[in-house]
């Protein structure tokens, strides 16, 4: 089947505006991951969903950050009142478990942020 | 807190040379898994190998072999015979067994290949 799409591909916004990045997962994969790539921090984790438990948000960097997951399917993830300092790649990876057995996460293309 | 560091920023390579990139992890847990990705310049995060700690025996995969030193926390990649489309950033990753599967990423080493 069809592999992780983000959407968009690419993101230009003004600083103080909100923003949401959409990533579909694979079909059938219950954990789903966002990250964040940027040139200071490198990557990082930010936010992992996994089946209907609660999420672990340990790596928001902010309140002005937040992730959901509707259906167990596709998720979103909104930057409220954007900072110059959010501009990054963000991506979103699935796998078909988490937890403590392993399962590959399949990357998605990235959504590339910028705040002007 | 687990950490991962990749010393080696950029590393060049001459076609169908053998190349070795080099990452160290800190940890306080016996049992995880580590991970080579390759990020292309399309952004596409490809696994390139992984190694369960609690396994011995180096990974291969084809031209792509580990050196686990689960003591020295050390797990570097060789690449054998390299090619041009091997030329991308190289991630090294760890996984905790325990806590829900998120990934902890080095710093990335650019990888440029020369015909």
């Known amino acids: 089947g069809a592999g992780v799409s983000q959407s968009p591909s690419n993101k230009v916004t003004e600083k103080g505006k909100d923003v949401e990045l959409r990533c579909d997962p694979i079909s059938g994969h219950t954990a789903l991951y966002w990250y964040r790539q940027s040139l200071g921090q490198g990557l990082e984790f930010l936010i992992y969903?996994?089946?209907?438990?609660?999420?672990?948000k340990s790596g928001l960097p902010s309140d002005r950050f937040s992730a959901e997951r509707t259906g167990g399917s596709v998720s979103t993830l909104t930057i409220q009142r954007t900072q110059q300092e959010d501009s990054a790649v963000y991506l979103c990876?699935?796998?078909?478990?988490?937890?403590?057995?392993?399962?590959?996460?399949?990357f998605g293309p990235g959504t590339r942020l910028t705040v002007l | 807190a687990q950490t991962v560091t990749q010393s080696q920023p950029e590393m060049s390579v001459q076609e169908a040379e053998t190349v070795t990139l080099s990452c160290t992890y800190d940890t306080s847990e016996s049992d995880y898994y580590l991970f080579w990705y390759k990020q292309p310049p399309s952004r596409q995060m490809i696994l390139v190998i992984r190694?369960?700690?609690?396994?011995?025996q180096n990974a291969t995969e084809n031209r792509f072999s580990v050196n686990f030193q689960k003591a020295a926390k050390s797990f570097s990649l060789k690449i054998s015979d390299s090619q041009l489309g091997d030329a991308a950033m190289y991630f090294c990753a760890y996984r905790s067994s325990n806590q829900g599967g998120k990934l902890i990423f080095g710093q990335g080493t650019e990888l440029s290949v020369k015909p």
């Open positions: 990876a699935s796998s078909q478990l988490g937890g403590a057995s392993y399962n590959e996460q399949f």
């Open positions: 190694q369960e700690a609690y396994k011995q």
């Open positions: 969903f996994q089946g209907n438990s609660a999420p672990d």
